[in-house]
């Protein structure tokens, strides 16, 4: 089955520093790959998808996320951190179908001045 | 467009009652989806329906389950209520062939007392 883990369930960085989220996955098939980022009390956005195409994907609000195969990896990165981007991660692959999705445990990302 | 809206936003239940939970897709979407979310077990896959029709279903008890009506709109219904069915529901939405993008909504709260 395919599932994601995500190193690090707190990450801490500085205003203006880079912004590294780790995820590893598992798959048998050429999985879909996402990053979704919730805020207090509300429900999912999502950052980005990998569905194939490109390798290094480009998403919402500066972050981006690369693909590869060699490393069954898909960290997130933002080059400068902002207040605003303090919020929980998820990562989530689903199947080829697409029909669902295996969220990550999630990694609170705690941007400080 | 308007996005996915999920009523009620909050709920509060006794144990042994039930509930049901309705979600409206994003205009046009025709797949949607449910998850629970607890502080515990993190986002878990309930089920999803695509044109009226359940095509995945996740590992819960049969007192959960879902339907989907003609215009897309969704229900969810939780039978017998248990203090562990306490948990953010959210529902998402995506077009449902060959876009597996789900955009999600701002979920709603369910407190089993």
């Known amino acids: 089955a395919q599932s994601v883990t995500q190193l690090g369930s707190h990450v801490s960085v500085s205003e203006g520093a880079l912004v590294l989220l780790r995820c590893n996955y598992s798959s048998s098939v050429p999985p879909y790959l996402f990053w979704y980022v919730q805020y207090p009390n509300q429900g999912l956005q999502l950052l980005l998808k990998?569905?194939?195409?490109?390798?290094l994907v480009k998403g919402i609000n500066g972050f981006e996320a690369e693909f590869k195969k060699s490393e069954t990896s898909f960290h997130l990165t933002k080059p400068s951190a902002h207040m605003s981007d303090a919020a929980e991660y998820f990562c989530?692959?689903?199947?080829?179908?697409?029909?669902?999705?295996?969220f990550g445990k999630g990694t609170s990302l705690l941007v400080t001045p | 467009k308007a996005g996915v809206t999920q009523t009620p936003r909050y709920l509060i239940k006794t144990r042994g009652q039930q509930v049901t939970l309705s979600c409206s897709p994003i205009?046009?979407?025709?797949?949607v989806s449910w998850y629970q979310q607890t502080p515990g077990q993190g986002l878990q896959f309930l089920f999803e329906?695509?044109?009226?029709?359940?095509?995945n279903k996740g590992n819960f008890p049969g007192r959960f389950s879902g339907r989907q009506f003609s215009n897309s709109r969704s229900e969810m219904n939780v039978s017998t209520l248990e203090l562990g069915d306490s948990a953010l529901y959210l529902c998402a939405s995506s077009p449902g062939q060959g876009d597996y993008g789900y955009t999600f909504g701002s979920g709603t709260r369910l407190t089993v007392v």
């Open positions: 329906y695509f044109s009226e029709t359940q095509r």
């Open positions: 989530a692959v689903s199947s080829f179908s697409g029909y669902a999705l295996n």
């Open positions: 990998y569905t194939s195409a490109a390798t």
């Open positions: 205009s046009g979407h025709r797949s």
